[in-house]
């Protein structure tokens, strides 16, 4: 796999932004299914911060002032999400789990994207995470402007069942970048599976990179329902899942309200409103 001299090698970072990531539509859904101008974003488990940045850029268009607050535990993230963050962005290595992290900042919005809720392996350190969470939103909502947690999860008939899929995607610099995801381990009686995620990046129609098992996760695959009754538990008023985050401008977010709504294999976002 011969690299073209003085052109930069994408790192894993690079193929995981081009790939998994949407912050743009994502920021947009924030917005729009808090409904009340918000202005702080805490990311947790933020990777490397791309929903944060995008936030604050949409922010910036929009003629609003806007913080965020990015936390993660990985100090390869950290490092690659501090050297791109604006100065409204704070980016903080830390145990997302302390109460204590980001010295109890209030935020108009909890966001935890890419299944990352599942790094929670048990219901007392999930009931535990979302207490938190919503005391930082509750916060903001003494207020008046109402807060807002939202997580993602997926499931569906193939969700403990092994697997992989394969798709493209191209890169901002031009390359096509091989995404595989893999379904490595399942355990239906507790919860927990194991995933991975590869890329291969292609350029002028060769391969010229290949990043094995590039993230591996371990995570507790949570249901909408464990999600909703441990958000109802800690307090938060309402909970609502939808299973759309591209917002049109202007138009509110539409809420799943019967399961036939759901496909068989399917991501939600779950949100939390205090």
């Given amino acids: ?30 917005r729009a299914v808090h409904g009340n101008h918000p202005r702080v974003l805490r990311e947790d488990f933020c990777g490397t911060a791309a929903l944060s940045r995008r936030w604050l850029e949409d922010a910036g268009r929009l003629g609003e002032a806007a913080r965020a607050v990015a936390v993660d535990l990985d100090p390869d993230c950290v490092e690659r999400a501090s050297r791109q963050s604006p100065e409204a962005l704070r980016v903080l290595r830390a145990d997302c789990r302390n109460p204590h992290v980001g010295d109890g900042a209030a935020a108009d919005v909890v966001f935890v994207g890419n299944f990352s809720v599942g790094y929670l392996h048990t219901r007392s350190e999930l009931v535990s995470y979302l207490r938190h969470s919503r005391e930082r939103l509750a916060r903001v909502a003494r207020g008046d402007r109402g807060g807002v947690f939202v997580c993602d999860t997926y499931g569906g008939a193939s969700a403990f069942k092994l697997g992989s899929l394969t798709r493209k995607h191209p890169s901002r610099t031009g390359e096509i970048i091989h995404y595989h995801w893999a379904h490595e381990e399942a355990d239906a009686l507790t919860g927990m599976v194991t995933n991975s995620i590869s890329f291969k990046v292609e350029r002028a129609g060769e391969i010229v990179q290949e990043l094995p098992r590039a993230f591996v996760y371990r995570w507790r695959l949570w249901s909408i329902a464990e999600l909703r009754e441990a958000m109802i538990e800690v307090g938060f008023a309402s909970t609502e899942v939808y299973t759309e985050c591209n917002v049109v401008p202007g138009e509110v977010p539409w809420a799943v309200h019967e399961p036939s709504e759901l496909k068989d294999d399917w991501i939600v976002l779950v949100v939390g409103r205090t």
């Fill in 1 to 30: 796999m011969p690299q073209q001299s003085g052109v930069r090698e994408l790192d894993r970072f690079d193929c995981y932004e081009a790939c998994v990531q949407s912050p743009a539509h994502v920021a947009k859904f924030l």
